[in-house]
């Protein structure tokens, strides 16, 4: 069955460096998204890409966070100076647009020292 | 935009009984949907109900919507402890709005 990739699976960083997640979505599918889920918390919405832009963004989704798909097949968060409140599972997702349902990544944990 | 309201925030129930949690919203939606989250894991796609039905089905899952409530219920019937996890519904307001996630509902079935 076909699933979305994401690495690394857990990221540990100092704060202000830099973070690039990485996702393979479903070859098919043409809508991705970035979500993230501070420990034992919601799940946000972050943004979301469409035709090689972003389509929509939240609130969360500063200035600091970019995303990028540089070739046919990754999409990438990118999150320029990292701050200790970025701590979070990071998830990638894309949509099977008939059904409208959302395929989802394992997560990437991003630790922020 | 708006999010769901999942009740109970918690649920422990034994094994066998059934499980029922509740999802409120405030405007109109296109769909809404159930997605499931093993502790530490990714989210899982459960069942879609599209704002016309009424009720869905899929295996030991039952999920209604009322659409004059702006409510909706998940039920699992003779619970598994594999069934154990977090249960979020989702909203997309149009056809290609974004989905947008409740706080969930964490599901415990003790064996």
């Known amino acids: 069955e076909p699933e979305v990739t994401q690495t690394p699976s857990h990221q540990v960083t100092q704060m202000g460096q830099e973070v690039i997640l990485r996702c393979v979505p479903i070859s098919n599918h043409l809508y991705f998204y970035w979500y993230r889920q501070i420990l034992g918390q919601k799940v946000e919405f972050l943004v979301s890409f469409y035709n090689n832009e972003i389509s929509e963004k939240s609130e969360i989704f500063d200035d600091q966070f970019s995303v990028e798909r540089p070739d046919g097949s990754n999409f990438t968060l990118k999150i320029r100076s990292t701050k200790l409140e970025d701590s979070a599972m990071y998830f990638c997702?894309?949509?099977?647009?008939?059904?409208?349902?959302?395929?989802f990544g394992e997560g990437s944990r991003l630790t922020v020292l | 935009s708006q999010q769901g309201e999942e009740d109970p925030q918690a649920l422990s129930i034994q094994e066998g009984e059934n499980a029922t949690m509740n999802c409120s919203y405030k405007?109109?939606?296109?769909?809404l949907q159930w997605y499931r989250q093993n502790s530490g894991r990714g989210l899982v796609h459960l069942i879609l109900?599209?704002?016309?039905?009424r009720e869905k089905h899929s295996g030991r899952l039952r999920v209604t919507l009322d659409t004059s409530k702006k409510s909706s219920s998940l039920l699992i019937t003779a619970s598994r402890a594999a069934d154990t996890a977090s249960y979020f519904c989702?909203?997309?307001?149009?056809?290609?709005?974004?989905?947008?996630f409740g706080k969930g509902t964490k599901l415990s079935v003790k064996p």
């Open positions: 405007t109109s939606i296109n769909n």
């Open positions: 109900i599209r704002s016309n039905e």
């Open positions: 989702a909203l997309r307001e149009g056809s290609q709005g974004n989905l947008i």
């Open positions: 997702a894309s949509l099977y647009s008939l059904t409208g349902e959302l395929f």
